[in-house]
């Protein structure tokens, strides 16, 4: 079945320890997205990508990272810099920006608690 | 600048009672919105879809949405709620398919 994979679904890691989220989807799209969860604030943009060997930061990228090599996959790194990341991270994929709808489509998310 | 405004954080009705979800958006271009659904500890899943066809927009578990340019609003209704439809709700627009924006969700509680 075409869809997104994200894993893992739970993680726990302890403090000043990176960790990496991981990405894949073989719905052959251009585009894929992370975003974070929190409770009463929506989704938040991280990072996000139109094409493989590039990517834009999004309105928190600050203490994330990724990567593109390949089209199915786009990790994301959750660096030590980063405050406060225990969320809910969601990824998603889609056409490029500008040639389609617009249409997301997301993976499970994975909850990640930094204890 | 585009954005989307969902208006109630939290909207709670009886089991059978209609369910009226308010999404307003700002677009300086022709829009594309949707309204995802999200269930406790799950990705979103697409419930329906405006691609400038049909005014009224049907979706899945009996949801339907109406576009209304002159309101600048997208609500999504059910006329009789179900248990089953706890959820968050997110309305997004992307301005003529570009990178969509969310609103920021509805939490829908439905009581027996």
């Known amino acids: 079945d075409g869809g997104i994979t994200q894993s893992p679904k739970y993680l726990f890691r302890k403090e000043g320890q990176n960790v990496t989220l991981s990405c894949e989807q073989n719905l052959n799209h251009d585009a894929m997205y992370w975003y974070r969860q929190d409770p009463g604030q929506g989704l938040r943009l991280i990072y996000y990508?139109?094409?493989?060997?590039?990517?834009q930061k999004g309105d928190i990228a600050e203490g994330y990272s990724v990567s593109r090599e390949k089209k199915e996959s786009f990790p994301l790194t959750v660096t030590s810099a980063q405050k406060n990341p225990t969320a809910f991270y969601l990824c998603a994929s889609g056409g490029v920006a500008g040639t389609g709808t617009g249409e997301l489509f997301f993976g499970e998310g994975s909850r990640l608690t930094v204890l | 600048a585009q954005s989307v405004t969902q208006l109630g954080s939290h909207v709670s009705v009886s089991e059978g009672a209609l369910v009226l979800l308010r999404c307003n958006y700002s677009?300086?271009?022709?829009?594309?919105l949707f309204w995802y659904v999200q269930y406790p500890n799950q990705g979103l899943q697409l419930l329906l879809k405006?691609?400038?066809?049909?005014?009224l927009v049907k979706g899945i578990n009996g949801f339907e949405a109406e576009f209304k340019k002159s309101e600048t609003s997208f609500h999504l209704t059910k006329p009789s709620a179900h248990m089953s439809d706890a959820a968050e709700y997110f309305c997004a627009v992307s301005p003529s398919g570009g990178k969509l924006i969310f609103g920021q969700g509805t939490e829908l509680s439905v009581k027996p």
């Open positions: 990508s139109q094409i493989v060997n590039d990517f």
């Open positions: 677009s300086s271009v022709p829009p594309y």
């Open positions: 405006y691609t400038s066809a049909a005014t």
